[in-house]
């Protein structure tokens, strides 16, 4: 008898599992019909790989398809690697999140520098000027990091006293990645390539540089206003490292996910709580580290879009239920995929979640 149940009940989740598929399958499938582009998917549920599929080319010229090995741009999903190497350096006591940006910057006015501190930065609360509102409207050369260093470095004024409210800043992650260089006196993505993806085995997981030849690499894409797809794979903001500029795959992403899950370099959830992340204003989400996130008892939902010329991506992962959603596309302006997919997880009661992600998203922008 015992058998016999348990047969039944495998069939069951097999006839489940292939409805899921099925459904998922339908719908990304219409969404990206006739694009051309796409992009790749994975859910997984206690442990177990409910779905993992890509979709369309990652090279549109080359007919080269993408698939779950294929590397997308990650764009501020990258910020997460820069608040962990951020992490690693407060745990070697070499800097500290009460640190002011004084002790890094001293070329700075001191209106910036000596009211910001590196915990403002993780939490997007330091009210740092957007660097993208200060670059030259007729610059053509990408800016790196070092360069949002020097503007910033020109300006006396804030949005806000730090800590005192949240403006998502690509300016601060930026700056972060600078204070790692100054701190280690290593290039910023040298740091974290030894210190992040060498001992985790991230071995498809790259820092973009125009010069390197990166294997499996997705194309970016958009719409133009005719509705025809378009190569739109870099922008004069889009070479910066600390804010965004990792390539990764869903697999590389899923062992760094594991490393979250199993506290193999740190534990995610006690350095929130250092950091001082406060509620956003009129809404449960909360932000540090590189996570928009909400905490009851001791539940946490944690998520993250990336948006850049030609990407649209979005993790969210929900620890003590055991499940991880990542889709990344190589198509700009595309996050409505989301909402279809999480739809579809809904109706098949994988999620019942209440993540406000269409909150989280808007306040990236």
């Known amino acids: 008898m015992r058998f016999i149940l348990l047969l039944c009940l495998l069939l069951a989740q097999n006839v489940l599992g292939q409805s899921l598929k099925k459904s998922l399958d339908s719908t990304i499938s219409h969404h990206f019909a006739g694009k051309e582009a796409g992009g790749a998917f994975m859910i997984i549920?206690?442990?177990?790989?409910?779905?993992e599929k890509g979709f369309g080319f990652a090279d549109i010229s080359q007919k080269l398809a993408n698939t779950p090995f294929t590397n997308f741009r990650l764009a501020s999903m990258s910020k997460q690697f820069t608040a962990a190497a951020i992490v690693l350096l407060e745990k070697k006591g070499l800097i500290s999140y009460e640190d002011k940006l004084s002790k890094f910057f001293p070329q700075f006015d001191g209106v910036v520098s000596n009211r910001i501190k590196i915990k403002h930065l993780l939490t997007h609360s330091s009210g740092v000027l957007d660097y993208e509102s200060l670059i030259p409207p007729n610059r053509q050369i990408q800016i790196k990091d070092a360069d949002v260093v020097s503007l910033i470095a020109t300006e006396n004024k804030l949005y806000f006293e730090p800590g005192t409210e949240f403006r998502y800043s690509n300016s601060g992650y930026c700056l972060l990645a600078q204070i790692i260089e100054v701190t280690t006196g290593i290039p910023f993505d040298l740091f974290v390539t030894e210190n992040i993806f060498k001992p985790l085995k991230l071995k498809n997981t790259y820092y973009y540089n125009v010069h390197s030849k990166m294997p499996l690499r997705a194309l970016g894409y958009a719409l133009n206003p005719s509705n025809q797809v378009i190569l739109a794979d870099q922008s004069v903001t889009s070479a910066t490292k600390g804010d965004g500029c990792i390539y990764t795959n869903l697999k590389d992403f899923q062992v760094w996910n594991e490393s979250l899950v199993n506290n193999t370099l740190f534990n995610l959830f006690?350095?929130?709580q250092?950091?001082?992340?406060?509620?956003?204003?009129?809404?449960?989400?909360?932000?540090?580290?590189?996570?928009?996130f909400t905490q009851q008892d001791k539940t946490w939902e944690l998520y993250h879009s990336g948006s850049t010329s030609g990407f649209s991506n979005g993790v969210l992962w929900l620890p003590q239920k055991k499940i991880l959603m990542i889709y990344l596309t190589n198509l700009a302006d595309n996050h409505v995929i989301e909402e279809k997919i999480i739809q579809v997880l809904k109706t098949h009661k994988i999620l019942n979640n209440t993540f406000d992600f269409r909150k989280a998203l808007s306040l990236t922008r």
Request: charged share 20%; net charge neutral; aromatic share 14%.
């Open 274 to 292: 250092k950091v001082q992340a406060n509620a956003l204003p009129n809404s449960p989400l909360k932000y540090g580290l590189g996570w928009f």
């Open 270 to 272: 006690e350095e929130l």
């Open 45 to 51: 549920e206690n442990t177990k790989l409910l779905y």
